[in-house]
């Protein structure tokens, strides 16, 4: 039994992981809230309400009850959503602490990595973060929940998407002084901006002055607190981001006819068909048009894309079927592990090999990576193998115009990527896989693979 | 340099939830007003079909 390097923040109980299972151990403190909690069936709501990640008891004595949380498919952290995703991240948390106020309960952190996705929606993860309410007590988790997500929201809108990730590089959250900075005038009248954002970074750091006022001076009945979260809910459900996509419209005007389209989703169809996958990954699945059609055969997707705006549709897109995971993810830089160290939050790579897709498609990509960014077809071939043993690669020969395109931006330096061809492809990737078929797609200047990891 | 003793960041923001939750009386007014003013001008919202309320169980929320 090992404690899970993330779980050591909450003095109620941790994480930890015995035989490759996850499992929550809670320490005798938080027994009371969690009877109450199991007798008023909060817990089961929130279950019925797939708010809250089911669990189920499996142990109890004096020192300490066991639950066994359900599975996540893939987890994923804040800075892999996209926009919609972390609105709808950021609602739940508001929804949740709504109605645990309703019922004399209330959250006692808002950190946005107790959020993930599971069967296609954002979920809590934490069963201990649920503490009873104390009589007009305002929210403490207020200001965590405005650096972890009304913060990155708002910079967001006013930087562009990178800002979704900000909490890669700020993993207690975003500074509201920060934030302010880089908000209008206005914002100072707006009712919603000005006091979480302008009049919070003032108290960002707490004084023994403001620590002794607390106990007596900090009230907030019941109803002004749910009053103060509705608006919030509203004003953050009205945000909207407007950003231009390299790929979002790609299937509009790319170098394929309606009928080459066509050929490559049904060929993928058909050896998907003859394979049984129940898993696959999608990776640089742009919105997930090829992944998606397969939702039929498969138990779960995970789709990943450079691109927010294509991650975004593909959600938006995916949301109720229940199998897909979307993240926003660069495969030349993926998710590092990161916190104390660098244990808390897994690399995206170490995620993705746990996860262990039957299959990863990896179509119109191979060419970026390639000439894009200049990573030798052996890399590419030993970083496709470590997830899963088929492989699905589609290779745009040198004729193609995004290959041309891609090449001519080389200049002087075209030649040094002469090598740029499917046969240095294949021999390089027949060094990990085998070769089972491969396909040229009709009309297109582009082949299909389809490899088999060598295994031993 | 006692008095700017790192504590708990959250305190300062409990003690101005007070303020923060008058605002909020003043923004849903204000939204509920704009919202009144278009349907008398006959402006629909704009539907996101992603809304969080249409994609999740808010049913027994009340």
Known sequence: ?456 | MNELLYIDPGIGAMLAQAGIAAAAGVAIFYKTVLHTVKSWLGIQPKKDKADFDDVYDTEKDN
């Open chain 1, 1 to 456: 039994m090992q404690r899970h390097p993330s779980s050591f923040r909450d003095p109620s109980g941790y994480v930890f992981m015995d035989q490759g299972k996850l499992y929550r151990k809670i320490l005798p403190s938080y027994f009371e809230t969690y009877d109450q909690l199991n007798d008023q069936g909060i817990y089961q709501s929130l279950f019925d309400k797939a708010w809250l990640i089911p669990h189920e008891e499996i142990s109890r004595d004096d020192q300490s009850i066991i639950i066994c949380p359900q599975k996540i498919e893939l987890i994923t952290y804040p800075y892999e959503w996209s926009f919609t995703q972390y609105k709808h991240a950021a609602q739940l948390t508001l929804r949740i602490q709504s109605f645990l106020l309703k019922r004399n309960c209330s959250l006692k952190d808002a950190s946005a990595f107790n959020i993930s996705f599971y069967q296609g929606k954002a979920i809590h993860l934490d069963t201990l973060s649920i503490e009873p309410y104390q009589q007009d007590q305002p929210w403490k988790a207020l200001l965590q929940f405005n650096q972890h997500f009304l913060g990155p929201l708002l910079l967001a809108q006013r930087q562009g998407s990178h800002a979704l990730k900000s909490l890669l590089y700020r993993i207690e959250g975003v500074p509201l002084k920060e934030v302010k900075s880089h908000l209008g005038l206005l914002s100072r009248f707006h009712p919603v901006l000005y006091p979480h954002v302008h009049l919070l970074a003032k108290t960002e750091v707490g004084t023994l002055q403001q620590h002794a006022q607390v106990q007596d001076k900090a009230t907030l009945n019941k109803d002004s607190q749910l009053k103060m979260l509705k608006a919030l809910d509203l004003y953050i459900g009205d945000m909207e981001m407007k950003e231009n996509t390299e790929w979002s419209q790609y299937y509009d005007h790319t170098n394929y006819d309606e009928d080459s389209f066509q050929e490559k989703k049904d060929l993928i169809a058909s050896w998907c068909q003859e394979l049984q996958p129940k898993t696959i990954m999608d990776v640089g699945g742009n919105d997930g048009t090829f992944g998606r059609q397969l939702l039929n055969q498969l138990e779960h997707l995970v789709v990943a894309d450079i691109d927010q705006p294509a991650i975004d549709q593909c959600y938006k897109k995916s949301i109720q079927t229940g199998k897909v995971t979307s993240l926003v993810c660069d495969l030349s830089q993926p998710s590092p592990g990161l916190g104390f160290e660098n244990q808390e939050r897994d690399a995206l790579i170490k995620r993705w090999e746990e996860f262990a897709p039957d299959a990863v498609l990896a179509l119109a990509l191979i060419h970026h990576l390639s000439l894009g960014n200049n990573l030798p077809f052996e890399m590419t071939a030993a970083f496709f193998a470590r997830f899963s043993p088929y492989l699905i690669i589609e290779f745009p020969h040198r004729e193609d115009s995004w290959v041309q395109f891609l090449l001519d931006s080389k200049r002087d330096a075209r030649h040094l990527f002469d090598g740029y061809h499917v046969s240095a492809f294949a021999k390089a990737y027949q060094q990990y896989f085998k070769l089972i078929k491969s396909t040229p797609i009709k009309g297109t200047h582009r082949t299909l693979f389809l490899f088999q990891r060598h295994e031993g």
